[in-house]
């Protein structure tokens, strides 16, 4: 991931100010500071991956791939519909596994990109509460995943 540097003021902290890399996404930097798990950032990831995949259309251009090399090695290039279906499925079962009350921070940090002060005044919850919640829903999630 590549770094986006930009300078930002404090609020409430006078002429203070911070770097902050603006390509991180919120789940790389709560995984950096120590707030989430390995095992929870995996999962995370896992799940954002499934959502970009799922999220992207058909090709419907031509496609200038490696599909030569691969038909003479006798190995078929997967079917971007069918990958994309697949990880649609993976989506909706990750997140009907995890359950609709944690389901909503899950998506708005791990997908949306917000961060967790962001998410809990979307979501209307008290400061400080997103990440107990996050917490508990990247561990249901990793059980979903399979992740040790």
Not at 20 to 25: D, F, G, R, W, Y
Not at 62 to 70: F, G, I, K, L, Y
Not at 73 to 83: E, H, K, L, N, V
Not at 123 to 140: E, Q, T
Request: contains cysteine; hydrophobic residues 45%.
């Amino acid at each position: 991931m590549g770094q986006a540097l930009a300078e930002r003021r404090l609020k409430g902290a006078g002429n203070r100010s911070v770097t902050v890399n603006l390509a991180e996404s919120s789940l790389s930097w709560l995984a950096s500071h120590g707030r989430i798990s390995e095992r929870q950032f995996v999962a995370g990831d896992a799940l954002r991956s499934d959502w970009e995949r799922a999220g992207l259309g058909p090709s419907t251009t031509m496609r200038w791939d490696v599909a030569p090399r691969a038909a003479r090695a006798g190995a078929r290039a997967p079917d971007p519909t069918t990958s994309q279906i697949d990880a649609r499925q993976r989506f909706d079962a990750a997140v009907a596994h995890v359950g609709s009350g944690l389901a909503d921070v899950l998506w708005r940090v791990v997908c949306a990109n917000e961060g967790l002060a962001e998410a809990e005044r979307a979501l209307g919850w008290p400061a400080r509460s997103g990440k107990l919640v996050l917490g508990l829903a990247l561990d249901r999630l990793a059980d979903f995943y399979r992740i040790r």
